[in-house]
């Protein structure tokens, strides 16, 4: 009678193979703590980056004022920024207004303004209800409360104190910087 081989892994095979696995995965673990603020942080930035860049196009095709305000109350919710098409040109959302996007860094989890920068988190001037402000005109060239050419950042952190910034140059210009 024949006998037939057996195959496949002995106990002490399986369990050197789960010790291996387990070893990588707890070297891997630090990184992966790390990457997901990053990971958060980099889509806050990046999401800011496009609301702008639609807060200029959105002005250029509807061929008026496209506002962003910080800090902005829409009904009982307060949001961190309010992209909104800004009807009678005083960057002041107000009732009625309609809302482009609305963004709450809490949505980011690990990621909030940077308020250890001197000047402040954001440094584009404030309007008349005291909120930082940016517009967008037709020619997408970003403007402040008084119609003068406007520039500046916004300045975010995340729980590992990783820090990056969005920059609105005079010329409608925007960019990420990473900070250090």
Not at 79 to 105: Q, T
């Amino acid at each position: 009678m024949k006998t037939q081989n057996q195959t496949g892994l002995t106990l002490i095979e399986l369990m050197t193979v789960v010790a291996i696995i387990a070893s990588l995965s707890l070297m891997a673990m630090p990184n992966l703590l790390t990457w997901l603020p990053d990971h958060r942080l980099n889509r806050a930035v990046r999401e800011l980056d496009s609301n702008l860049e639609l807060a200029k196009l959105t002005a250029v095709k509807t061929n008026a004022l496209c506002t962003l305000v910080f800090d902005q109350k829409i009904g009982d919710r307060k949001y961190d920024y309010v992209v909104f098409e800004d009807a009678d040109n005083d960057l002041e959302y107000d009732e009625g207004e309609r809302a482009v996007e609305k963004i709450l860094w809490s949505d980011y989890k690990s990621v909030s303004e940077d308020s250890s920068i001197y000047g402040g988190a954001v440094t584009f001037p404030a309007n008349d209800e005291n909120k930082h402000v940016l517009a967008f005109r037709p020619n997408g060239l970003p403007i402040d409360n008084i119609g003068n050419l406007n520039s500046g950042k916004v300045h975010l952190v995340n729980t590992y104190g990783h820090k990056k910034s969005v920059v609105v140059s005079p010329a409608g210009n925007i960019r990420i910087e990473s900070e250090h």
